[in-house]
């Protein structure tokens, strides 16, 4: 498969707990994407990468929320000490030289 | 920042029919309008897009209109068939970041 993949895909944690999400783009992309997706709603923005580098964050991505992509590959998606209010699809999506982003299938957060 | 709204929130139409999907948005620096469909429990999957240096795409049974002077665009499907019946979201912005609209939910009548 040469999608977009995202692990893990579904996630239980207790409130307070730390979780870390990790999104393989596609080979090729430059640019990496987090996004945000609630019941009934569009995916909402958290942040990019293009390569290594962060180049924006959404003010939804409070100082709970940190993403790293170190190598210009992978990416990780850090949240710490969880809310009930974090529970959501994190959703990732790269592109290359077109504007065209591609998604994975996305990490199911539940938090108790 | 941008901030697209989207019309209607649900859609029925009789199988063989057409659906029409409404956006609108407000960042006139945004250049980049794709729409996705969404299937339960699935990733939001590209459908068709258009840039706007274009006013219609058309692929097979979807296209895509976009009036750049009154920012709206819109999405067509003609001959529906009950596996159209999903979630789709229309999009704008530009390389950095999309601005999602808030969904139509489409129901497909056989």
């Known amino acids: 498969d040469t999608g977009v993949s995202q692990d893990p895909r579904h996630k239980i944690t207790k409130r307070g707990q730390n979780v870390t999400f990790r999104c393989d783009p596609i080979?090729?992309?430059?640019?990496l994407y987090w996004y945000r997706q609630t019941l009934g709603q569009g995916p909402e923005f958290l942040t990019y990468?293009?390569?290594?580098?962060?180049?924006?964050k959404s003010r939804l991505l409070s100082d709970r929320f940190s993403a790293e992509r170190p190598k210009g590959s992978f990416s990780t998606l850090e949240i710490q000490r969880t809310e009930q209010g974090d529970s959501a699809m994190y959703l990732c999506a790269s592109s290359g030289n077109q504007e065209t982003q591609y998604f994975g299938p996305g990490t199911r957060l539940l938090v108790l | 920042g941008e901030n697209v709204e989207q019309h209607p929130s649900t859609l029925s139409v009789q199988e063989g029919d057409s659906a029409v999907i409404k956006c609108t948005y407000s960042?006139?620096?945004?250049?980049?309008f794709p729409w996705y469909k969404q299937e339960l429990g699935k990733r939001p999957q590209l459908i068709i897009d258009i840039r706007s240096n274009v006013g219609e795409k058309k692929d097979q049974r979807i296209a895509v209109t976009l009036n750049k002077t009154a920012k709206h665009f819109s999405l067509h499907i003609t001959e529906t068939q009950p596996e159209d019946s999903a979630v789709y979201f229309c999009?704008?912005?530009?390389?950095?970041?999309?601005?999602f609209g808030t969904g139509t939910r489409l129901t497909i009548i056989p």
């Open positions: 999009a704008a912005g530009g390389n950095e970041k999309l601005t």
């Open positions: 960042d006139s620096a945004s250049n980049y």
């Open positions: 080979s090729e992309h430059n640019r």
């Open positions: 990468f293009q390569n290594e580098a962060q180049l924006e």
